[in-house]
């Protein structure tokens, strides 16, 4: 069984600062992984993935995330932070089978940016 | 490009009454398709997926179904409507080689 887990329901940051949004996986096979953001009675939005290759994922929006194998995480990242980036952010892992895959979410990261 | 829609937007229901959410996407062909469903608080929660017109997966028992009456028409039903299915609902698509999958605007479903 898979599961995700992110660190915090609530984040604040002032505008500028650094985003550090926390995701910790558990899979029995190698992980794809994935971020989503979701503004307010909106759908789920695509930011990054990390399926092979290179650890180090940049994605939409100035965010980018970093695989770690050794300590089974998956943290975004954005080095300055703007107004903008209010949102819900969610971590996925992606459970593949012949045909399809099904993800697993994390319960959500609300992320508040403060003037 | 691919688009994926929903409807409709928002819905208010007493608790008894049927239930139907539709969901289409357009630019792609034999898309897989999920519904999912997100209560406040709760994170997101896989309904069900299916991968071809008329196969259906179910990941949660409960008073929900849904159908694919075509290739890219997705649908959730219920015949009676509990208080608990309230939520907002999403449906979403992936390809079949493909592992990120793509989420339409969601519909918000009241059951009072």
């Known amino acids: 069984a898979q599961s995700v887990t992110q660190l915090g329901s609530h984040v604040s940051v002032s505008e500028g600062a650094l985003v550090l949004l926390r995701c910790n996986y558990s899979s029995s096979v190698p992980p794809y992984l994935f971020w989503y953001v979701q503004y307010p009675n909106q759908g789920l939005q695509l930011l990054l993935k990390?399926?092979?290759?290179?650890?180090l994922v940049k994605g939409i929006n100035g965010f980018e995330a970093e695989f770690k194998k050794s300590e089974t995480s998956f943290h975004l990242t954005k080095p300055s932070a703007h107004m903008s980036d209010a949102a819900e952010y969610f971590c996925?892992?992606?459970?593949?089978?012949?045909?399809?895959?099904?993800?697993?979410f994390g319960k959500g990261t609300m992320l508040l940016v403060s003037p | 490009s691919q688009t994926i829609h929903q409807w409709p937007a928002t819905l208010v229901q007493p608790v008894g009454s049927p239930l139907s959410l539709e969901c289409t996407v357009e630019?792609?062909?034999?898309?897989?398709l999920y519904w999912y469903r997100q209560a406040a608080g709760r994170g997101l929660q896989l309904l069900f997926y299916s991968v071809g017109i008329g196969q259906i997966s179910s990941e949660v028992p409960q008073n929900l179904s849904a159908s694919r009456p075509q290739d890219r028409q997705f649908i959730l039903s219920s015949k009676k409507l509990l208080l608990s299915d309230s939520g907002f609902y999403l449906c979403?698509?992936?390809?079949?080689?493909?592992?990120?999958?793509?989420f339409g605007p969601g519909t918000r479903l009241t059951v009072t």
């Open positions: 979403a698509w992936n390809r079949l080689d493909s592992y990120e999958q793509y």
């Open positions: 990390y399926t092979t290759g290179a650890t």
């Open positions: 630019g792609t062909s034999n898309p897989n």
């Open positions: 996925a892992v992606s459970l593949t089978n012949s045909g399809y895959s099904t993800l697993t």
